[in-house]
T-cell receptor
Framework: DAGVTQSPTHLIKTRGQQVTLRCSPI?????VSWYQQVLGQGPQFIFQ???????GRGNFPDRFSARQFPNYSSELNVNALLLGDSALYLC?????????????FGQGTRLTVV | AQSVSQHNHHVILSEAASLELGCNYS??????LFWYVQYPGQHLQLLLK??????LVKGIKGFEAEFIKSKFSFNLRKPSVQWSDTAEYFC????????????FGSGTRLLVRP
């Protein structure tokens, strides 16, 4: 079975640009979450989507947005990029709206803003 | 707000040494607890999880963790480490009866010398 897949794996953008990151969950998983991992820190929660609806949002500015598609894949968009947005962006999928389940992580997209 | 503290940022051990990594969380309610591992160049993988029941949890690759509710702790242990255990270890927590919003600690980098 394929795990969580993310694309692209690496990306370099200029300050002020916009970026879209993509995530395909494990087959059968209906929930997708996004995390930002800055070097030297643990992942920080950005968004969670379930059945195309936003279920949770972390402490990130409105420049960050996401959506989930009918096939449960997801995109994370970041507008007006800042140098501080440079990080590893992780996508995690889980079965869905069932308590006490684990999240499975993709390999991440390494975003560098110059 | 929930938070997770990992006391050791860097740990260096020789093979066959015993390992204990500390994790404390702050949250007044019932929680789920996780340890994830990130091997060099690989994605985050679940080592073990605690939802309820026996507070001594056994995971993959000989790891175990003990949930001590009175101390808000979930320390990770392994009796005898191997060179292949070299990785970064993250403790994480979310609210019980939830599959959402993992809160991660800052991680512990473990180097095992052959």
């Amino acid at each position: 079975d394929a795990g969580v897949t993310q694309s692209p794996t690496h990306l370099i953008k200029t300050r002020g640009q916009q970026v879209t990151l993509r995530c395909s969950p494990i087959s059968g998983h209906k929930s997708v979450s996004w995390y930002q991992q800055v070097l030297g820190q643990g992942p920080q929660f950005i968004f969670q989507y379930y059945e195309k609806e936003e279920r949770g949002r972390g402490n990130f500015p409105d420049r960050f947005s996401a959506r989930q598609f009918p096939n449960y894949s997801s995109e994370l968009n970041v507008n007006a990029l800042l140098l501080g947005d440079s990080a590893l962006y992780l996508c995690a999928s889980s079965v869905g709206d069932i308590p006490n389940t684990e999240a499975f992580f993709g390999q991440g997209t390494r975003l560098t803003v110059v | 707000a929930q938070s997770v503290s990992q006391h050791n940022h860097h740990v260096i051990l020789s093979e066959a040494a015993s390992l204990e990594l500390g994790c404390n969380y702050s949250y007044g309610g019932t929680v789920n607890l996780f340890w994830y591992v990130q091997y060099p160049g690989q994605h985050l993988q679940l080592l073990l999880k605690y939802f309820s029941g026996d507070p001594l949890v056994k995971g993959i690759k000989g790891f175990e963790a003990e949930f001590i509710k009175s101390k808000f702790s979930f320390n990770l242990r392994k009796p005898s480490v191997q060179w292949s255990d070299t990785a970064e270890y993250f403790c994480a927590v979310n609210k019980a009866d939830s599959s959402y919003k993992l809160i991660f600690g800052s991680g512990t980098r473990l180097l095992v010398r052959p």
